[in-house]
């Protein structure tokens, strides 16, 4: 089938290809590497997520029983893992990863479609299509989205491995199995794969009147039963399930209609992409419409089927399969559509549009379909590279989905708390306004309201607004905010009850810990604190505020050895840490060492305390140091004779005129 390669199928000819393919998809992704993380689902993932700190028993364990973000994807966080034992939090190697992976999905795809047609041209330019439409940028230039790359990589595996299957390789059934686990573990939306290999059957006009077709599919369908099941918990847990409850069942097959026309239509026509569709406040027109055409659409590719067109209905096949658990028939998210959802349903239109195109007999017309394909690649290379400016920074995404959307309340309130993150008050408020005014009791829009006032120290209108969103979802990120006011307005006990629900719902939130430790160190149970300052720094121990605090706690046990290591390790982690030199300083003067440096550099970053430290030693000669006489002997000496190895604020030789008049 296919026409005759334009490429011949030698060696030069395998090896040209994939490396322009590599290489223009590489070009079209230059601006990741200088692109950094997004707070939408970045910090949970990698920034505030110790169970990728280390690749060790206990965090496979974690990684294989826990939900992150309302997904389950333990070979996800795995790849998160390796990318932080090579860079911390540089967002560079995350981004350096997703590229690569795309890269090889890119070759994948090619190998795949060549061997299906047994054209490489079409494999070539599908896989064109699939690596420099900008729908996919999403899914490379969002550190969030390695899910998507992962799945898809061991997702086309499996594929490669069913079509060796299917030649006559029976062992190759069990590789299929393997990478479809594989995938699925990457990301749940692999739960489609038994129909993409449905698809392929049809690709390749395998007998589906024979038993053997249906049959062979039977494990494959168990594991999508089952990680379906763990999907939907998973959801369920992160609260992501019907999160838009005034629309009816019958509006969501509205949207779920249309959205399968619309995903289409911005495959073809990529113009006013964005990187989330908000639910609009009803259905209309366009949205009837919309269903109408995938009606349409569906009943074009039962025609296909039924006419023997067997690329058309293989097309027809994948796509709908890829793309139907997330049409929102079942609500989940915040979004009526997203961009990322098309990486590989993208394929069922790609590949029969470039296999027809190309079949075309006429040589002349050969010519020119490869010199429209090759532009229409170019051009789509253009609009990615172009589309990757938005992930250069937080304020440059929003901003971007904001004036796509100017009334959708996820795109203002996020775009405020980029403003926020900045400093950038004013336009913060700005913006998470508009969001309240477009929804009012928007509980997410509320809790950025209320970090917003905490940080501008209005704690009386952060603590209301915090209550009302609190009032209408009660989410740990807003309890352990409100936790903060408390603290701060001087209610310990409702800061330490707020902590410990915090820390009930979410167990790895390491600040929530060190709050709860705070607290139980203002109410005097200084072993209580200790405990709750260590949990969190088993959940991050590259924190050095925690370091610093249990330090201090250990020194009011009279704990010095361990007040001390726990003080230089703050050091070690945060070298600029001005109260950390000054309680070690304390701490030494305590235990009869020499304080002098500490607390001179201490005052060199002018830690306020710093000053007058030598002052408080000298007036507590008993605790801070041995010989108030040698001190002062000290001190008259170096002002008969100024010597600069001795500084000013040295614990031992204090400054005079801190102390008072005897």
Not at 385 to 392: L, V
Request: aromatic letters at 12%; proline letters at 5%; charged letters at 20%.
């Amino acid at each position: 089938m296919g026409i005759t390669p334009q490429f011949p199928e030698n060696r030069s000819g395998s090896i040209l290809l994939p490396l322009v393919l590599a290489v223009v998809t590489v070009l079209a992704y230059l601006k990741v590497f200088s692109a950094g993380f997004i707070s939408w689902d970045d910090t949970e993932y990698v920034l505030n997520n110790p169970d990728i700190r280390a690749i060790n028993g206990t965090n496979l364990k974690l990684w294989f029983s826990s939900f992150y973000v309302g997904n389950y994807h333990p070979l996800t966080m795995f790849s998160y893992a390796i990318d932080w034992m090579i860079g911390k939090e540089e967002a560079t190697v995350y981004h350096t990863t997703n590229l690569v992976l795309h890269v090889l999905n890119g070759l994948l795809v090619f190998s795949l479609f060549r061997k299906i047609s047994d054209n490489v041209l079409t494999g070539f330019f599908v896989a064109l299509l699939f690596a420099l439409h900008p729908v996919q940028t999403e899914s490379v230039s969002w550190v969030a989205e390695r899910k998507n790359l992962l799945y898809g990589f061991f997702y086309l595996l499996a594929m490669h491995s069913w079509l060796r299957y299917i030649g006559g390789d029976e062992k190759h059934a069990l590789l299929a199995l393997l990478f479809g686990l594989g995938s699925m573990l990457a990301k749940p939306a692999a739960l489609a794969l038994p129909f993409s290999l449905l698809a392929l059957d049809i690709w390749m006009k395998r007998d589906l009147r024979s038993i053997k077709v249906w049959s062979d599919k039977t494990p494959f369908l168990v594991m999508s039963v089952v990680f379906g099941i763990v999907g939907l918990k998973a959801q369920e847990a992160g609260s992501f399930l019907n999160l838009h409850p005034e629309h009816g069942f019958l509006d969501q097959l509205i949207y779920g209609g249309y959205a399968y026309a619309a995903y289409l239509l911005r495959l073809v026509f990529p113009y006013g992409l964005s990187v989330l569709y908000p639910y609009p406040p009803e259905a209309g027109a366009m949205h009837y419409a919309g269903t109408l055409l995938s009606l349409l659409l569906v009943a074009g590719g039962i025609y296909a089927w039924k006419k023997r067109l067997y690329m058309l209905a293989g097309g027809f096949v994948f796509y709908s399969a890829n793309i139907f658990l997330v049409l929102q028939f079942v609500s989940f998210g915040e979004v009526l559509m997203a961009d990322r959802y098309l990486y590989l349903p993208c394929l069922g239109l790609f590949f029969p549009l470039v296999h027809h195109l190309l079949s075309w007999n006429h040589s002349a017309f050969k010519r020119y379909t490869v010199a429209g394909l090759a532009v229409a690649a170019g051009i789509l290379m253009l609009l990615t590279f172009r589309r990757n400016d938005i992930w250069t920074t937080e304020i440059n995404f929003w901003a971007a989905i904001s004036d796509r959307y100017p009334q959708s309340p996820i795109a203002r309130y996020s775009l405020g708390a980029a403003y926020m993150k900045e400093g950038r008050y004013r336009e913060a408020s700005q913006h998470i306004d508009a969001a309240l005014l477009a929804e009012p009791n928007n509980a997410r829009a509320l809790y950025n309201k209320g970090v917003l006032l905490l940080r501008e120290k209005k704690l009386r209108s952060a603590l209301e607004t915090l209550n009302r969103s609190l009032a209408i979802e009660d989410n740990s990120k807003a309890r352990f905010t409100r936790a903060l006011i408390y603290q701060q307005s001087g209610d310990v006990a409702a800061a330490l009850q707020d902590a410990s629900a915090v820390i009930e719902q979410d167990p790895a939130n390491a600040r929530a810990h060190f709050i709860k430790g705070d607290c139980l160190e203002q109410m005097n149970n200084i072993p209580g604190a200790i405990s709750s300052y260590s949990a969190a720094l088993a959940l991050d121990d590259r924190e050095p505020m925690f370091y610093m605090r249990r330090g201090i706690a250990h020194a009011k046990t009279g704990s010095m050895p361990a007040s001390l290591g726990d003080l230089s390790k703050a050091i070690e982690i945060s070298p600029g840490m001005a109260d950390a030199y000054y309680w070690r300083g304390m701490v030494k003067a305590r235990s009869g060492q020499e304080p002098c440096a500490d607390l001179a550099m201490a005052a060199r970053l002018n830690f306020p305390e710093a000053d007058a430290a030598p002052g408080y030693v000298a007036l507590r000669l008993s605790r801070w140091i041995q010989d108030e006489t040698e001190c002062r002997r000290r001190e008259t000496a170096r002002a008969r004779q100024p010597s600069p190895a001795c500084h000013p604020y040295c614990g031992q030789c204090i400054a005079i005129r801190f102390l008072p008049d005897d």
